[in-house]
């Protein structure tokens, strides 16, 4: 079974900077993909950015963007420029891109609580 | 929140009642999830539905039902609600590559 790891229970930032939020995740499988999902104190569950394991350049959304290392299985999100309305938590996610039942599962880290200061 | 909506958004129930929760999308996806969300957990996989009256079971299915008979709702059953089902239950419908989600529902077992 695949599992995903936040390794930053909580992490902070002071406004207009740069931060990194770590994840990792394990699987055997070549076909996947990733995901990063922000969930401000709204509640809402927001898509912020996704990789299709196949591609090799990272995924980049405005001052959102990810370092993927497929070797390494690794999947780190970068905010620039942060910004007050970045305050929230951060789950990393993993997803198979084969046919099963396996497909169809979304497994989630348990999250890194950003606080972005001003 | 690509049209989906969960009705209630709070819910506070008794022990041993049945409980429904009901999650609406507007798109047309043909795969919907029901999540809960628990402190430490971050959001695990209940049920799914892959089609209409097509389900399957999640890593914590124990206790919950689900149905599917329009293509745009799904339904969460908790047969005989329990204080460890105390919980905020989201809804998601998508791609399975591009899942979107509902507002949540906070439920409350006393």
């Known amino acids: 079974a695949q599992t995903v790891t936040q390794s930053q229970p909580e992490m902070s930032v002071q406004e207009a900077e740069t931060v990194t939020l770590s994840c990792t995740y394990d699987t055997s499988e070549s076909n996947y993909y990733l995901f990063w999902y922000k969930q401000p104190p709204s509640r809402q569950m927001i898509l912020v950015i996704r990789?299709?394991?196949?591609?090799?350049q990272n995924a980049t959304e405005n001052r959102f963007s990810v370092n993927f290392q497929k070797a390494a299985k690794s999947f780190s999100l970068k905010i620039s420029d942060s910004q007050l309305g970045d305050t929230a938590m951060y789950f990393c996610a993993f997803i198979h891109g084969g046919s099963g039942g396996s497909n169809y599962k979304l497994t989630f880290g348990k999250g890194t609580l950003l606080t972005v200061n001003p | 929140d690509a049209g989906i909506t969960q009705s209630p958004r709070h819910k506070v129930t008794e022990t041993g009642t049945p409980v429904t929760l009901r999650c609406h999308q507007t798109e047309n996806h043909r795969y919907m999830y029901w999540y809960r969300q628990d402190p430490g957990h971050g959001l695990r996989l209940i049920h799914y539905?892959?089609?209409?009256?097509?389900?399957d079971k999640g890593e914590v299915s124990d206790g919950y039902s689900v149905s599917r008979s329009k293509t745009e709702d799904f339904l969460l059953t908790l047969e005989s609600a329990t204080s460890s089902q105390t919980s905020v239950y989201f809804c998601a419908a998508g791609a399975y590559y591009e899942q979107y989600f509902g507002p949540g529902t906070r439920l409350t077992v006393t």
């Open positions: 990789q299709e394991a196949y591609k090799q």
């Open positions: 539905s892959y089609g209409v009256k097509d389900t």
